[in-house]
């Protein structure tokens, strides 16, 4: 069994920062590439920021210079660093990842169940 769980969340005011972390636990062997995406009641989830083992990362266009995502390694815990808020960055932020479990299996994508941001004076 894998896990990831998120933490970190809550409410902020605008132009704040939080610091979002998701650790995975359990039967972890290695892990691939590490996201994190959100979602707002009634919208689609969409990709935040992304890192890869080998720590090449990926922003969408909306976060680009104001949110920084990283990784722990031996930690199995990656980071999402978000700075200059906005209200519309309100929303349930999820992690994501590429995890095998032994040496010998291709992997599978596993989800945290999320956590709230709230962007509000």
């Known amino acids: 069994q894998v896990q990831l769980v998120e933490s970190g969340g809550g409410l902020v005011q605008p132009g704040g920062s939080l610091r979002l972390s998701c650790a995975a636990s359990g039967s972890v062997f290695s892990i691939n590439a590490m996201g994190w995406y959100r979602q707002v009641p009634g919208k689609q989830r969409e990709l935040v920021a992304a890192i890869t083992s080998g720590l090449s990362t990926d922003y969408a266009d909306f976060v680009k210079g104001r949110f920084t995502i990283s990784r722990d390694s031996a930690k199995n815990t990656v980071y999402l660093q978000m700075s200059s808020l906005k209200p519309e960055d309100t929303a349930v932020y999820s992690c994501?990842?590429?995890?095998?479990?032994?040496?010998?299996?291709?992997?599978?994508?596993?989800w945290g169940k999320g956590t709230l941001v709230t962007v509000s004076s």
């Open positions: 994501n990842a590429w995890i095998t479990t032994t040496r010998w299996d291709y992997g599978a994508d596993y």
